[in-house]
């Protein structure tokens, strides 16, 4: 099945109308299928950088490097990073591939991948080979690429009432597929955590610690 790319947003949105109780599940990529964080932090010991003390419970560059004080330079940095060669080359998150194909293969879902990635056009053929090359081609529907950082309502939306899993680890984002009739799961990290569990500002936002605790989520099983 071939992955769709650049596709026409009013003729998905008029079909996903119909798509309640469909085998998609939307799911943002870093920190959620890949390991985005693990490959990053190797660039930028390469380049000379410290992490800071307590890192991992922060969210943003801005915050975890000591050299790093700006959101400004963290977005350069991540810009550069995201649209090099080492994007192409991303660890697995975690379980995620057992239970990716375990959803694809046991019970047919398909995914459709939203990551604020890049634009680039290097960096978004080097994204959708290294997200082929490690869960398989049939896994995908689509894998769309957004601007670095972009927040992601504008594509949440096309999926408006459609009641589709929406897998992310940024809190913000979990809550605008929740505002947009998804069902949204947020990946615990280090950096959520205080959002997270007893502490969710939404107690309609499930979390999970790992794909093996999205897939009971998503198939009721035991």
Known sequence: MPIKRGVNRKT?????KN???????????????LDWSYRFFEFMDEKGYTLSDGYEKVYGVENCFDEVTDKASAR???TEFNES???????????SVKY??????????????ITSLSTNQYATA??????VRIFGEN????????ETGADKDSELMEFEDSECWWIED????????LKFGLNPILMRHAHNEIYAGSNMRNRNIRNARSWKEICKIITGET
């Open 85 to 95: 060669a080492w994007i192409g080359f991303l660890p697995a998150l975690r379980d």
């Open 19 to 33: 798509m309640k109780n469909s085998k998609l599940i939307l799911t943002d990529c870093d920190g959620v299928l």
């Open 76 to 78: 350069k940095l991540v």
């Open 100 to 113: 990716v194909k375990k959803l694809n293969e046991e019970h047919g879902y398909v995914f459709g991948v």
């Open 12 to 16: 998905r949105f008029e079909s996903m």
């Open 139 to 146: 896994v995908f529907d689509f894998i769309r690429c957004i």
């Open 170 to 177: 940024k809190v913000e984002n979990a809550e605008c597929g």
């Open 126 to 131: 080097l994204r959708e080979e290294n997200l």
